[in-house]
């Protein structure tokens, strides 16, 4: 079965620009969650998603955004970037909750 | 607030010794647990995790043990290959109602052949 997949791999974009990061979660996965993850730190938790419904969210600024579609895949959005958004952006999902979370490779954002 | 942490940044071992790796957590209502690996330029990799109502769980080579009166964490290695060196983490279920898992920073293990 594959696992957690994530668009695009690598990012490059400019301070104040928008982007949109994808999610595929594991077939049968109905929770997604995403995580910012620093050079030389543990990730840190943005949003949950389950059932097409925000569960939690961390403590992140509103330009931080996200959804989930019917198919259970996600999308996060952050608006006005700032140069310390760059980060390894993860994806995570799980059949329910946050037990058993498995990670995708996650996305290297690189705002200039 | 709440918190995960680890001892230890770095661990250097032989391949073949057995590994241990700490981890402390601040939240004594925490009720679960789990041991990521991650390698360089990849996403955490799945270890093992354990439910707050045990205090061992063994899974292939790996074995993690819960000490909840010092509010401990740990995971040990058997038999430690070169392909286990990687960062690793735990991480407990924390957030608003336990919708996050609460990462600490990491500890680097090193295996030398």
């Known amino acids: 079965d594959a696992g957690v997949t994530q668009s695009p791999t690598h990012l490059i974009k400019t301070r104040g620009q928008h982007v949109t990061l994808r999610c595929s979660p594991i077939?049968?996965?109905?929770?997604v969650s995403w995580y910012q993850q620093v050079l030389g730190q543990g990730p840190q938790f943005i949003f949950q998603?389950?059932?097409?419904?925000?569960?939690g969210r961390g403590n992140f600024p509103d330009r931080f955004s996200a959804r989930q579609f019917p198919n259970y895949s996600s999308e996060l959005n952050v608006n006005a970037l700032l140069l310390g958004d760059s980060a390894l952006y993860l994806c995570?999902?799980?059949?329910?909750?946050?037990?058993?979370?498995?990670f995708g490779p996650g996305t290297r954002l690189t705002v200039t | 607030g709440e918190s995960v942490g680890l001892h230890l940044p770095t661990l250097s071992v032989q391949e073949g010794d057995n590994s241990i790796i700490n981890c402390a957590y601040s939240?004594?209502?925490?009720?679960?647990f789990i041991w990521y690996k991650q390698e360089s330029g990849k996403g955490p990799q799945f270890i093992i995790d354990?439910?707050?109502?045990?205090d061992k769980r063994q899974g292939q080579r790996v074995t993690v043990l819960l000490n909840k009166t010092v509010k401990h964490l740990s995971l040990q290695i058997a038999a430690t290959q070169p392909g286990d060196s990687a960062v690793y983490f735990c991480?407990?279920?924390?957030?608003?109602?336990?919708?996050?898992?609460?990462f600490g920073k990491g500890t680097t293990l090193s295996v030398s052949s």
């Open positions: 998603y389950y059932e097409k419904e925000e569960r």
């Open positions: 995570a999902s799980s059949p329910h909750g946050v037990d058993e979370q498995y």
């Open positions: 354990i439910r707050s109502n045990m």
């Open positions: 077939s049968g996965h109905k929770s």
């Open positions: 939240n004594s209502a925490s009720d679960y």
């Open positions: 991480a407990e279920k924390g957030g608003q109602a336990g919708t996050a898992l609460i």
